[in-house]
């Protein structure tokens, strides 16, 4: 038994050890324009999904979102995420492809969240990517917007995007009371 | 001697293990918009910079520093960095959204040299919000950015004003 205490120590301080001289030495590759392992890249995208769902089943439910609320959530993307994720029916975003991990090209590849897991995302943000927490920019009430829009970004009514883009509608702006 | 290696072999298994389990199954908290612990940012930033570092090594830059360029390179600061870094002559404001924390380099300044300050701009840092620039600026843009960072926090005189200044 001590023996095997004395081996399970030395083992702990070579895996230290090995960890202090891999980030002494400098031989993680942090360039953002490397591509890592992609069962590596699953896996931490996988543990960000686990770690949302289990935050997020927190929250109360979402109720179902309107029409005209899908319309505003888009303004707010058009006008503000497009940068990085892009916009429907264009082609995916420059920007976002710089970012390691890559920004998702939600009108692209759709997304597995869940509408109350995308607010959660968007209100928070997400740690150790280029995500950033809109908590402090965007109400309540409008991330769930944005998250309604987003959830449904594939399945979009027809004409939505015309909708969108229209200027000075106040119409489904006015259907929001802000925070 | 059985029993040694046994523990050993534990050591070095389990831990590693455990941590990928921690990840993997959920445990780890994703949002971004509270505080990464210090050991965290000390680890992280190490890692960072001692690779930069090791990546930099040879690299010289181009050209001295001088006036011009440093204006060129706070210009394109302003416009393409001062967004997430901060803005110069503005007061110190803190980054709250991103996770690892944006530096505010007006205001703490920065401890990599030239060259590293190019290839950090160029390639981005892998899982942190800093993207690579090395498609959207030519070398002498990122060398100019390269240069002002460099000197952020002492500028020569009348340098500042002439960023700011309207063209």
Not at chain 1, 134 to 151: N, P, T, V
Not at chain 2, 85 to 108: A, C, M, S, W
Request: charged share 15%; hydrophobic share 45%; aromatic share 10%.
């Amino acid at each position: 038994m001590r023996r095997f205490l004395v081996g399970f120590l030395s083992g702990l301080v070579v895996l230290l050890l090995a960890a202090a001289i891999v980030v002494h030495f400098g031989w993680l590759d942090v360039s953002a324009d490397v591509a890592i392992p992609g069962w590596l890249a699953h896996e931490l995208s996988g543990s960000i999904h686990r770690s949302v769902i289990r935050q997020a089943g927190k929250l109360a439910p979402i109720t179902p979102a309107t029409e005209a609320q899908v319309i505003a959530g888009g303004k707010l993307f058009v006008n503000d995420c497009v940068g990085c994720h892009s916009e429907p029916g264009k082609p995916p975003s420059d920007f976002g492809a710089t970012f390691y991990p890559p920004a998702p090209q939600f009108f692209q590849v759709g997304t597995r969240y869940t509408e109350a897991q995308i607010f959660f995302v968007a209100k928070h943000g997400i740690r150790r990517t280029g995500m950033g927490a809109q908590g402090e920019s965007y109400s309540d009430e409008k991330l769930r917007l944005l998250a309604a829009f987003i959830s449904r970004i594939r399945t979009l009514p027809l004409g939505a995007m015309e909708l969108i883009h229209q200027k000075a509608q106040p119409a489904p702006e006015t259907a929001v009371t802000p925070k | 001697m059985k029993s040694f290696l046994t523990g050993f072999l534990v050591a070095i298994v389990i831990p590693p293990v455990l941590v990928f389990l921690f990840f993997r199954l959920g445990f780890a908290d994703a949002q971004a918009d509270v505080r990464p612990p210090t050991w965290e940012s000390r680890v992280l930033f190490a890692a960072v910079h001692h690779s930069v570092a090791r990546q930099a090594a040879g690299i010289v830059m181009p050209g001295a520093a001088t006036e011009e360029r440093l204006v060129r390179g706070g210009k394109l600061f302003m416009n393409g960095c001062a967004g997430c870094h901060g803005e110069l002559g503005k007061p110190f404001g803190e980054d709250h959204t991103n996770y690892p924390r944006v530096p505010q380099l007006p205001h703490i300044g920065t401890q990599y040299t030239e060259p590293q300050i190019y290839l950090v701009v160029k390639h981005g840092v892998r899982m942190t919000a800093m993207s690579a620039y090395g498609r959207f600026y030519s070398e002498e843009e990122l060398w100019s950015i390269a240069a002002f960072v460099r000197q952020i926090r002492n500028l020569p005189v009348g340098v500042q004003e002439r960023i700011l200044a309207k063209p």
